[in-house]
């Protein structure tokens, strides 16, 4: 049983990616409907996720670790921040996130813990800046899920771990209630009804891949301005250290007002409701949440072609990926989903049911529960 068990969630940051929302939905299901005791803890300024877990009722603590290439003084850091650890009685650890999966692999011993969980969220494309420490950390552990096949392959293609230690769990996709309706989006961002919107949402930052979008992006508004016709891209995603070379990318493309750059959405369901098709250009996933929430929402997705992105769209979604970093490609499958408003709804409806089927919340967090009670 977890009812009564204390768990912590270890969290990178506390702004709101695609793990931080599977962390919240986990730990709202571990809270609500298991009756656990759970905390989220993070090691840097607490944003939007602290914002969530209050109003969710989920406690949560912001704890900084400070890293050093002194030996002593890290070991000392480590066992500082292990003691807190304790301090908390754990039962359960979870961590996501390379850093939070590292430090808690190397301390969950000295914790109290039962059982440490490590949580593969991308393909391999973070490591930690020290390979002695990631494969100690590795090591200490058990216990491993991923979202993603992909991220399963590289833990065990890396590591040497056998495959039945790794549970590939998929994200659960829930879509909150819009906070404002379609005419007060497109009255906010001054777009008309006859403009086409294509929005990709994800953070500015490696190894999500703008560049190549905007450069498909040019190709697509010269190709509609022969027809007449006008689209707008719209990025939704917190400004990381890409921003401004995007920016000065878009500059030099003269996209001028066919693009947006929207910061960090908090209406993320509002704003899906009112575009045409979702993008998601990307060089590495586990398995992108951003390209669940456009299917969640029922819409057409074109991307790149990656296995994290091709096990989140299914075969009927093979057909509009494109090659990594081919511009061509991707504005032609983007132009092929704008050019029929019966093909996008057939492959949204198609996307909005594979979410139901293959992405369902509830069934995500029993499979976690029923992990974690083979240990407990």
Not at 53 to 62: A, F, P, Q, T
Not at 308 to 314: D, L, N, P, S, T
């Amino acid at each position: 049983m977890i009812s009564g068990k204390r768990i912590i969630i270890v969290l990178g940051i506390f702004e709101l990616g695609g793990a931080e929302r599977q962390a919240l939905l986990l730990a709202r299901h571990l809270k609500n409907e298991e009756g656990a005791h759970v905390q989220i803890w993070g090691f840097h300024t607490p944003g939007r996720m602290a914002q969530l877990c209050d109003v969710y009722g989920i406690s949560w603590r912001i704890v900084p670790l400070k890293l050093t290439h002194q030996p002593i003084q890290l070991l000392i850091n480590l066992f500082k921040y292990a003691r807190k650890l304790r301090n908390e009685r754990p039962d359960i650890l979870f961590a996501y996130t390379i850093f939070p999966n590292i430090i808690c692999g190397l301390v969950w011993r000295l914790t109290g813990a039962k059982i440490y969980i490590w949580n593969q969220r991308d393909a391999g494309i973070e490591r930690f800046v020290s390979k002695i420490l990631e494969r100690i950390a590795v090591f200490n552990t058990k216990h491993f899920v991923s979202n993603s096949h992909q991220g399963s392959d590289f833990l065990i293609k890396t590591f040497g771990l056998n495959r039945k230690s790794v549970r590939v769990i998929h994200n659960g996709i829930k879509l909150d209630s819009p906070q404002a309706d379609r005419l007060e989006w497109l009255e906010r961002l001054g777009i008309s009804e006859s403009c086409m919107r294509v929005c990709m949402v994800a953070n500015l930052y490696s190894p999500k891949d703008h560049i190549t979008l905007l450069k498909a992006w040019r190709i697509i508004i010269d190709r509609l301005e022969q027809n007449k016709k006008k689209a707008v891209l719209l990025l939704a995603g917190r400004f990381g250290e890409n921003y401004e070379m995007l920016k000065e990318i878009s500059a030099q493309l003269n996209l001028g007002e066919s693009i947006r750059f929207l910061g960090q959405v908090e209406d993320v369901v509002g704003l899906l409701g009112i575009v045409d098709l979702g993008v998601f250009s990307s060089r590495s996933e586990g398995m992108p949440n951003g390209v669940l929430e456009y299917m969640a929402a029922g819409l057409p997705v074109a991307a790149t072609d990656i296995p994290g992105i091709r096990e989140a769209v299914g075969q009927e979604g093979y057909p509009y990926l494109a090659p990594p970093g081919d511009v061509d490609a991707l504005a032609d499958r983007i132009l092929l989903l704008m050019q029929s408003r019966e093909l996008r709804a057939q492959i949204g409806a198609a996307n909005r049911h594979r979410i139901t089927q293959e992405f369902d919340p509830q069934y995500m967090c029993k499979q976690t529960v029923d992990f974690i009670l083979q240990y407990v």
